[in-house]
């Protein structure tokens, strides 16, 4: 059964990625990993509500799309694999390969292959993405690897280290180690700026966010939190959204429950958004009027207008909301 699923998905996606491709249009909806429900919530994004709670397997977390958009990738931690749901239908349509534990991932730019990290076994799994199979496994990549970044050229992956305060740049297409960096205390996720000169990198428990030559890989500097009325030790630094033109960057700061806006030039603080309770995931939609954050400890999502940089919207979704992934 699941080597069939395996093949019809390998045919839709040599399909779909022939010469003359047409993509499917985005259908507005917002996806929502609720990793404490086995669920993925669907909302739509015109009337902001729940349309479909989505039955997965145990522990959703990361999320990625297809590049053509017609199918979502979920991790499925609790069941050692990636889920494969097909978007027309809102359906669970196969699993692929991803080793144990998988949290955060990423598919290169070319989507032929797909990048995990195995938290509790040190190691970085690649999948063949047509196939649904293995290829490789990378080992001894630091202690509990978690953020998964490709450049946008795709010749190598940034995988943080949070119980070694590092990041590790590796050639996921052989399976080579290329350079391992010290950053801030428990890095999480990671970003490359559009003109794929720079690596971001969110210090959780630094609570900073450390920036590297996406190139050479040395540090170029840091962007620090401060805010009256914030904590330091709840300023938490976790996930990040970009601006297509990359001028601005917005943060997510965990139990502070603000959202940092940061000029991606002077790596200055603009201005901070109240958001939810343990403030976590971010998404920009298409034409970035739009910021979508999911709230781990209050079980929501916060919409957010750039315009103004204000919440104007709190969605009830399932328990510890992880990833939010915007299909428009």
Known sequence: MRTSIRLALAGLIICLTGNGMTFAAGTGYIFVSNESDDTVSVIDGGSFEVI????????????????????????????????????????????????????????????????????????????????????????????????????????????????????LIIDPWVGKIIDEVLVGNRPRRGIVTPDNKEYWVTNELGGTVSILDAQTYSPLGQVYFEKRGMRQEDINPVDFAMTKDGKTAYVTLGRARHVAVVDVASREVEEYILAGDRVWGAALNRDESLLVVTNGASDDVTIIDTDDNRAINAISVGRTPHTVRIDD
């Open 52 to 167: 479909k709670t989505i039955a997965t397997g145990d522990r959703p977390r990361d999320m990625r799309f297809s590049p053509d958009r017609t199918r979502l990738y979920v991790a499925t931690s609790g069941d050692d694999h990636i889920e494969v749901i097909n978007i027309a239908t809102l359906e669970v349509a196969g699993t692929i390969e991803a080793g144990e534990d998988p949290e955060i991932f990423q598919l290169d730019p070319s989507g032929k292959i797909l990048v995990v990290a195995n938290e509790d076994d040190n190691e970085v799994t690649v999948t063949d993405v047509v196939s649904g199979k293995q290829l490789r496994v990378i080992e001894d990549v630091g202690v509990e690897p978690e953020g998964i970044t490709f450049r946008h050229d795709g010749k190598v992956v940034f995988v943080t280290s949070e119980a070694t305060n590092s990041v």
